[in-house]
C-alpha cells in the first residue's frame, strides 16, 4: 500500500482540506477501528471478568484478545507481559510507584536522558525525592544524538533505574536503546524505555532490545485515545505491587487484609477500557496489513523530502540530526524572529496543523537554548503535497512578519 491509498481511509483527512503534521500529539483514525470500535458497543458491550452471560463472555475474549495482539506485535514472550492502562503515561507513572519507590533507596542513582518527555521525567524526579536517590542525566551532543562516551560517562555502578526514550518527540532522534540497556544491565540496572514514538513507526521486538519495562499509547498508532500499554517482564511484573486497588484485581479480600490477582490483572483496577482495546487491536491489523517495513519506507522518504525542502529556507532554522538513518519523522524547526505560536497561528489560517511549544520537554528545550519550537510529524497518511503546503505556510508566514524581523 502507498501513502496515498492508505489516506483514502482516513475519513477526517478526506472530509476537510487539512495538511495534517501533528502526529507526534496523536494520531488521526482509519475508517477500520472506527468501524471495529462501532461494532463491539453495537454488539459486545458488557463488563469483562464479571458475568457468565453470553454478553458478558464476548466482552472478556476480545479484551483478552486484544492483549493478545499486543503481545505479538511487540514480541513480547506471553500476553501475561502486557498491561493496559489509559496512556503511556499511566504506564510510567505504574512503574515509578510499583518499583521505583520499592526498589529505590538513599544513594542510588537514576539515569534519564536529557530528552525525556515529562511523563518519563516528573515521576523519576518524584521517586528521586521520596526515596533520596540521585537523579542524573545523559545529554545530548549538538546533533541531538547520545553518544556512546556519554553512555558509559553516565550509567556506572550505583545507578538502578535508566530511562530513555527510543526516539525523541522534539528532535525525532532514534536513539540506541539497545547499547544503552546492554550498559544498564552490565551495573545492574534495569531500563524504562518510552516506545510512543517508536512503536507506530518501526518494528519493535522488546525480547532483543532487551527492555524490562516499554512503554506507549495507543493513540498515537491509530488506536482511540485512553488506551496505553505497559510491557513487563513477568519475572519483574510479579515482584511489584499493584499501583491502583479496587474491583477486578483482587483475589480474597478480608476485614483486614487483601491478597491480589496474579499479574497483568493485579495492576488493572476497576472496569477496563474494553472499547479502547478493541480499538488498538483493529489498529494492529490495520499496521500488520499496511506492514511495518513499509511503514518505514514511506516515512523514511516523506523525512528525506521534508528535511530537504525545509533545509532550503533561509530562514528556519531546524534543530537535531540530519542524518535520515537516525531520524524518524519528528521535525523540530523554528521561523528565525517569528515565535513558534505566531507561526502555528498563520499556518493553521492555511489548514496546515502543526505543534508549537515545549512539546512537554521543557529540561531539553532549556540544554538547546530555546523557550520553544515549531514541530511537524508525519505519519503514514502523509503526502508530499502535505509538506509542500508546510513550506509554502511558513514563505507566507516569512513575508507576513518581513517587516518585524531584524
Partial sequence: MTNYEIRKDFP???????????????????????????RYYKNDNANPHRGAYKLSIRA????????????NFINAKMPDEIVFT???????????????????????KIVLSIMEHHSNLVPWQNVARRTGASLEYMYTNSEGRITNDEIYKRIVPGVKIVGITHVSNVLGTINPVKEIVKRAHSVGAIVVVDASQSVPHMKVDVQDLD?????????????????????????????????LFGGDMIEYVYEQKTTFAPTPTKFEAG???????VGLSAAIDYLNKVGMDNIEKIEKNLTIYALDKLQKLDFVTIYGTKNV?????????????????????????????IRSGNHCAQPLL???????????SLYIYNTKEDIDRL???????RDMFAKWIK
Fill in 325 to 353: 538513518e537516525t531520524h524518524a519523522g519528528v521535525i523540530s524547526f523554528n521561523v528565525n524572529g517569528v515565535h513558534p505560536h505566531d507561526v502555528a497561528s498563520v499556518l493553521d489560517s492555511q489548514n496546515v496543523c
Fill in 211 to 243: 527492555a524490562d519495562f516499554l512503554v506507549f499509547s495507543g493513540h498515537k498508532m491509530l488506536s482511540p485515545l485512553g488506551i496505553g500499554v505497559l510491557y513487563g517482564k513477568k519475572n519483574i511484573l510479579d515482584q511489584m505491587v499493584p499501583f
Fill in 271 to 277: 472496569t477496563q477500557n474494553v472499547g479502547g482495546a
Fill in 391 to 397: 513550506v509554502q505556510a511558513l514563505i507566507k508566514t
Fill in 60 to 71: 472478556t475474549e476480545v479484551y483478552d484478545e486484544a492483549r493478545k495482539k499486543v503481545a
Fill in 366 to 376: 532549556r540544554y538547546m537554548g530555546i523557550d520553544s519550537t515549531c514541530r511537524a
Fill in 12 to 38: 477526517i483527512l478526506n472530509n476537510q482540506n487539512i495538511a495534517y503534521l501533528d502526529s507526534a500529539a496523536t494520531t488521526q483514525k482509519p475508517v477500520q477501528v472506527i468501524d471495529a470500535v462501532n
Fill in 86 to 108: 489509559r496512556n503511556a503515561t499511566e504506564s510510567l507513572n505504574l512503574v515509578a510507584y510499583s518499583y521505583g519507590l520499592e526498589n529505590i533507596k538513599r544513594q542510588d
